[in-house]
């Protein structure tokens, strides 16, 4: 079992739709949960971040934690072409603590 | 506030050659990552720096692969030799102590190796 799973995609949306992004860790002892955003050619910049159980919303973003699920997601309304990019979820193991990430999840928003 | 440096930004080398890369932090960050990125997967951490030592290395090939960060700030990471499968993005990144902290990612250098 991959310690941080999401799936690949893409995952469509038309424009002004909301996407939600999925993913799911093994490490039941993880602490801290990041989302990040790659575009093609870049490096990831940070979305958000969630250390507590319950939604964390900051403008068209909101990240929602469930650790009795060992689940995090990420949801952007108003989705917009400019979204459309790879989603990486990251979390911080409770041992080893470091930064462990997913595969990611490619968002492609249509118009 | 500068953000993180990396040089060179690409680089294409011969399978068994060497290479290294340099990075450079943002100003204050006590810890400094080195990852790797294969195409269509995550970033992958190579190794972990808390001012000059070394935190975690446990995914490093150290057959071919080390890094050293002098003084506790800038970094450099070198392969030697070269394989095909090394192939990919290397990103550093740095934040602050606190693992609840921001990682900032520099540009990346993207090797090819032929």
């Known amino acids: 079992q991959k310690e941080v799973e999401q799936n690949s995609g893409p995952l469509s949306v038309p424009e002004g739709a909301i996407a939600s992004l999925n993913c799911t860790y093994s490490?039941?002892?993880?602490?801290?949960f990041f989302w990040y955003r790659q575009y093609s050619g870049k490096s990831p910049e940070l979305i958000m971040f969630?250390?507590?159980?319950g939604d964390k919303e900051d403008g068209r973003f909101t990240a929602q934690l469930n650790k009795a699920s060992q689940y995090v997601s990420l949801l952007i309304r108003d989705s917009q072409p400019s979204d459309s990019a790879t989603y990486l979820c990251?979390?911080?193991?409770?041992?080893?603590?470091?930064?462990?990430f997913g595969t990611g999840t490619r968002l492609q928003v249509t118009l | 506030e500068a953000g993180v440096a990396q040089s060179p930004r690409y680089k294409i080398i011969e399978k068994r050659q060497s290479v290294a890369f340099w990075c450079n932090p943002i100003?204050?960050?006590?810890?400094l990552y080195w990852y790797q990125q294969i195409l269509g997967q995550g970033p992958k951490l190579l190794i972990q720096?808390?001012?000059?030592?070394?935190?975690?290395d446990s995914q490093l090939p150290k057959d071919r692969f080390s890094a050293e960060r002098l003084k506790g700030v800038d970094s450099t990471l070198k392969i030697q030799p070269a394989k095909l499968e090394d192939s990919a993005v290397y990103l550093c990144?740095?934040?602050?102590?606190?693992?609840?902290?921001?990682?900032?990612f520099g540009p990346g250098t993207r090797l090819l190796v032929l």
């Open positions: 990144a740095s934040s602050t102590l606190d693992l609840k902290e921001t990682q900032y």
């Open positions: 490490d039941r002892g993880s602490q801290s």
């Open positions: 969630i250390y507590s159980n």
């Open positions: 990251a979390v911080v193991s409770g041992t080893a603590s470091k930064l462990t």
């Open positions: 100003s204050g960050h006590a810890t």
């Open positions: 720096f808390q001012n000059n030592g070394v935190v975690d």
